[in-house]
């Protein structure tokens, strides 16, 4: 059973940048589809970027096309959600989470492990 610490939150002025890092530990992240998902206060959790097994494909959602980018460091175990461009609406706690036998990277149904998760802030 993986194990999922995120890192990496804070808070930042609008236009900043942050770097989440999810780490792995009793699995290895090249072995499941990563996911990176958020939940603002008062929504439900949403999709925001996955990775899969291979590497070889990347889904994101739209309100983070061309701001953010995930990577993978298998050395470290690591997986990273670079955030650019940031804006007050990407305010939320930010998971990290991993699964196998995807169905759809989106959904966080297919996601077997999760991390606790990190606040991220973005002041106007």
């Known amino acids: 059973q993986v194990h999922l610490v995120e890192s990496g939150g804070g808070m930042v002025q609008a236009g900043g940048s942050l770097r989440l890092s999810c780490e792995a530990s009793?699995?290895?992240?090249?072995?499941?589809?990563m996911g990176w998902f958020r939940q603002a206060f008062g929504f439900e959790r949403e999709f925001v970027f996955a990775l899969s097994r291979s590497g070889g494909t990347t889904t994101y959602a739209n309100s983070v096309k061309g701001r953010f980018t995930i990577s993978r460091d298998n050395a470290k175990n690591t997986v990273y959600l670079q955030m650019n461009s940031l804006k007050p609406e990407d305010t939320a706690v930010y998971y990290c989470a991993a699964g196998l036998n995807m169905k759809q990277l989106t959904d966080s149904k297919d996601y077997s492990y999760w991390g606790q998760g990190t606040q991220v802030t973005v002041s106007s």
């Open positions: 009793g699995g290895t992240v090249s072995s499941y589809t």
